[in-house]
């Protein structure tokens, strides 16, 4: 369902469209039927005379209770289902940091109001010479694991990929690390999603979730800029 408006392009972003979805269905549930309940009441004990009296309920006596324990408990049970559920998800995405033998890193830095990527570069290694760096522009590769680093060079933003499901503050002054595992080649938008002072609507930035052909050429054609802007300093 979810996936119509927005595609899921991560490992997880299924997971977490369960989640939605379990708490939508369960949520709708019980509105529905609380509102035709109550509408019902309503019609039912109307005044149908002139004169009649509304009678007054205080829900002391015990079979008055029942009409407010009985559905609490039935709510709450549906409340373990959503938790258990949202638990195991959220441990996954945010505590769960997997591993692979050919993993990838890349590092996240917000400021105020701009996205700056580094990629390693063809060495797969942060701070050497052919890091390639990009404003707004995410570049990674389908089906490969990725471990970001994430931090805020002024105040808090929002890190966050919609087709991943993926949201993550950056909070200046701390590296948060976390993952991502891209499943479908794609260009999609990264919002920050944290009001971060006036510029904050105009912070938007694009993944480009690419083949390994598309990814491979790409890095060939920057690191070679960046290790030429390197030695020219
Ligand atoms: Cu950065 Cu809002």
């Known amino acids: 369902m979810i996936e119509r408006l927005v595609p899921s392009s991560a490992t997880f972003s299924g997971d977490i469209d369960f989640v939605f979805s379990l708490i939508f269905w369960l949520v709708g549930f019980w509105f529905i039927l609380s509102e035709a309940v109550f509408f019902w009441l309503i019609l039912r004990f109307r005044r149908k005379s002139p004169g009649q009296r509304a009678q007054y309920v205080t829900g002391e006596l015990k ?40 993993q990838r890193v890349v590092r996240i830095e917000a400021q105020q109001w701009a996205w700056t990527f580094t990629h390693p570069g063809p060495d797969g290694v942060l701070d050497t010479a052919d890091d390639i760096k990009k404003v707004n522009e995410l570049h990674v590769e389908v089906d490969k694991l990725y471990h970001f680093q994430l931090t805020s060079k002024d105040v808090l933003h929002s890190f966050s990929v919609p087709v991943f499901r993926l949201k993550q503050d950056a909070v200046p002054g701390r590296v948060i690390v976390g993952w991502f595992h891209p499943t479908r080649t794609g260009e999609h938008d990264i919002q920050c999603t944290e009001i ?34 390197v030695a020219d300093r």
């Open 196 to 229: 971060c002072g006036i510029g904050h609507a105009l912070m938007p930035a694009r993944i480009l979730i690419e083949t390994p052909e598309q990814h491979a050429a790409w890095m060939a054609e920057n690191a070679t800029l960046s290790v030429a802007a």
């Open 63 to 102: 079979s008055e209770k029942r009409w407010i324990t009985i559905p609490h408990l039935l709510v709450l049970v549906c409340d373990v289902f959503i938790v258990f559920f949202a638990v195991r998800v959220w441990y996954d995405v945010k505590q769960a940091l997997p591993t692979a033998p050919d």
